[in-house]
């Protein structure tokens, strides 16, 4: 009786409507890593077409079984050492971590008419696919890069002087994601940060997209651009001396 309702992911969502009262579209969402980013972009759209007046987004990733760790483990994508080093030469592969996020989305003008505290603003959003690339797990620099390109609407992408990345800290994948950024944001004065909270505290898998939302809120809160764990010197296979992207290894004034 509780392994088949507590592994669909429907009756996870359905459960927190239910014991917060809610009757807003209750949505659960699987698109690997970036689910909770995904949940993000489909509040933001139902607060904008006024479906609803208030948004719960999130995830949360939970190791339960060894099933996964066993299978990671043996594609070679988990960390013998056990650090994630996004974008560093040494670069291994990732380490799991657990946890939960969420944050309480409302449009603006409603934030400010109730006089609620307001942390960050969502400029835009965006999503698509890679399509056809190398493989599975690997990434699409091109994609990429369209997908942050349309999020950025109408923003100069010169103005953005902190990203939060992905930044498993893999050898395959930190370049791809690196190439992407600095199409983007890699021309314009003064440096911009690439921030990874994997370094801190692991791979959040379902949650790890509202894990970096979360940093990168605050950080613009406190007007701060936290460090990054781990990092010595760039990975060989990344240019980063031809853009103005930068690992910040200890706090900057934002």
């Known amino acids: 009786a509780y392994s088949a309702t507590g592994n669909a992911h429907s009756v996870t969502v359905g459960r927190i409507a239910y014991l917060l009262g809610l009757r807003g579209p209750a949505v659960a969402v699987d698109t690997a890593c970036s689910s909770s980013l995904v949940s993000v972009h489909l509040a933001c759209q139902s607060l904008r077409s006024r479906e609803t007046e208030l948004a719960l987004a999130g995830g949360i990733s939970l190791i339960l079984r060894p099933e996964t760790q066993l299978a990671l483990g043996k594609w070679g994508m988990l960390s013998p050492t056990g650090r994630c080093r996004a974008f560093d030469a040494a670069a291994d592969g990732f380490v799991r971590g657990e946890g939960a996020g969420v944050v309480v989305l ?45 999020a950025l609407g109408d923003v100069p992408a010169s103005s953005v002087h902190f990203v939060e990345s992905h930044g498993t800290g893999t050898a395959l994948g930190d370049p791809i994601e690196f190439d992407a950024l600095a199409q983007v944001y890699g021309t314009g004065a003064g440096r911009c940060a690439i921030g990874a909270v994997k370094t801190n505290f692991g791979h959040l898998e379902a949650a790890a997209g509202i894990a970096g939302f979360i940093k990168a809120a605050l950080a613009v809160h406190h007007g701060q651009v936290p460090p990054n764990l781990h990092f010595t010197r760039w990975n060989p296979a990344i240019a980063a001396e031809k853009s103005r992207l930068y690992v910040p290894v200890e706090a900057d004034p934002w």
Request: aromatic share 0%; charged share 25%; no cysteine.
């Open 106 to 150: 409302k449009r603006l003008t409603d934030a400010v008419r109730d006089g609620d505290r307001v942390i960050a603003v969502v400029r835009g959003s965006a999503i698509n696919q890679d399509g056809r690339s190398n493989g599975l797990t690997a990434p699409n620099a091109p994609a990429q890069a369209e997908v942050i390109t349309r």
